[in-house]
């Protein structure tokens, strides 16, 4: 193979997949702007929950736990089945709340951003609630989680007791079920008196690999119960940011029959050990046909092969030409490969990305009038 020129490809493409429209994600997801309380309903019913984002992908559940025991036991509370929060209209003089059932229970509401509440009195105690994310994503995303917790000592007439609290975020695995504590913590009161008070502490997680149907949850709960009714409150001031994988270069690409350039993008994980990569080309063509390039090197040459655009690869160059490899393009303009990293296409054979490397990315498509084109290219650095 010339590893700066394209020949022509001779391939049957009748078996190479359509791609519909693209999924809409958002970039982030914050409770306290994706927040819609449910149109009038009846009380004690589920509709409206789970709730949508900001694109209509209904990610936000409102649960309860039942029972379990305290963070570091053998059987903690927040690995307990999770029930659904239904509609309670009578909290919060009719501005309602989600709860366990009408007019009774742990709850979860809002007045500007995200409360969880819990009951710790006796008779109410074993029940805490819980906010969960489900991942919307047909493939791996990587999430950031940041912002910050605050948990607040409440009670009537301000009056409170001095209860320690259990704060646990957590992954739950769609396939496994496993549940993988991310951040967990016991408060204590800063005063040990009977007066109202808060405490908040920031969150930054960095990077969380999160599969499809995947749960990301915040949930908390006071450890020892009380005679009278006092609550411990969790303020949820949390966003969860989709983080980008790599980086681009080479770009603007040429414009191609869209009247905008070919681009790059993927989605999944930096992590060799992870094998979840998934490469994108957005803006392509209709019904033309595109497939991946790979190589460790940048370069640029201009117009290879007659080609409209520029390649931005150099040195071994690969192809994923593979079977189901190549995109005959759909009407969401996209181009989507998972890549498995243990066979990534070299001049010479398959090999395995190795963590320390860097990999750089472009698509080559047909254009329309029997020419071709290539979007920008992306680098991206495995550890």
């Not at 290879?304 to 079977?323: D, E, K, M, T, Y």
Request: proline fraction near 8%; charge should be negative.
């Amino acid at each position: 193979m010339n590893t700066t020129r394209l020949a022509p490809l001779a391939l049957a493409l009748c078996a190479a997949p359509a791609l519909a429209a693209p999924q809409v994600l958002p970039s982030a997801w914050d409770r306290a702007q994706e927040w819609v309380a449910p149109p009038s309903v009846a009380a004690g019913t589920t509709q409206g929950n789970p709730a949508p984002d900001s694109a209509g992908n209904l990610v936000w559940h409102y649960d309860s736990t039942f029972g379990g025991d305290a963070l570091g036991s053998v059987n903690p509370w927040y690995a307990e089945p999770l029930t659904p929060l239904v509609w309670d209209t009578a909290w919060y003089g009719g501005v309602g709340a989600w709860a366990v059932s009408n007019d009774f229970g742990t709850v979860v509401y809002w007045n500007g951003s995200t409360h969880l509440l819990q009951q710790v009195s006796t008779g109410w105690f074993d029940y805490a609630p819980v906010i969960r994310w489900r991942s919307p994503a047909a493939q791996p995303l990587r999430v950031g989680i940041v912002g910050s917790l605050r948990v607040i000592w409440s009670g009537p007439n301000g009056a409170t007791r001095p209860v320690d609290v259990d704060v646990v975020i957590a992954h739950r695995s769609a396939t496994t079920g496993v549940v993988t504590l991310l951040d967990s913590r016991t408060v204590a009161k800063p005063t040990q008196n009977n007066v109202s008070e808060f405490l908040e502490f920031p969150i930054d997680l960095p990077g969380v690999l999160v599969q499809p149907g995947d749960d990301l949850f915040v949930t908390h709960r006071g450890r020892t119960p009380t005679s009278s009714s006092f609550w411990v409150t969790l303020y949820d001031r949390l966003e969860l940011v989709r983080l980008p994988i790599g980086g681009g270069f080479c770009g603007p690409s040429v414009v191609n029959s869209t009247g905008g350039p070919g681009r790059m993008g993927a989605d999944g994980s930096t992590h060799v050990a992870d094998n979840e990569l998934t490469l994108r080309a957005y803006q392509l063509p209709l019904s033309t046909f595109a497939f991946f390039l790979a190589s460790r090197s940048q370069g640029f040459v201009a117009h290879p092969a007659g080609s409209s655009g520029n390649l931005c690869l150099a040195g071994a160059i690969g192809r994923f030409v593979g079977p189901g490899q190549i995109f005959d393009v759909g009407l969401g303009r996209v181009a989507s490969l998972r890549v498995d990293l243990t066979q990534v296409p070299t001049p010479t054979g398959l090999v395995a990305v190795q963590p320390g490397e860097t990999w750089n990315f472009q698509c080559w498509h047909r254009d329309i009038g029997g020419t071709s084109n290539f979007s920008d290219g992306l680098s991206i650095a495995f550890d």
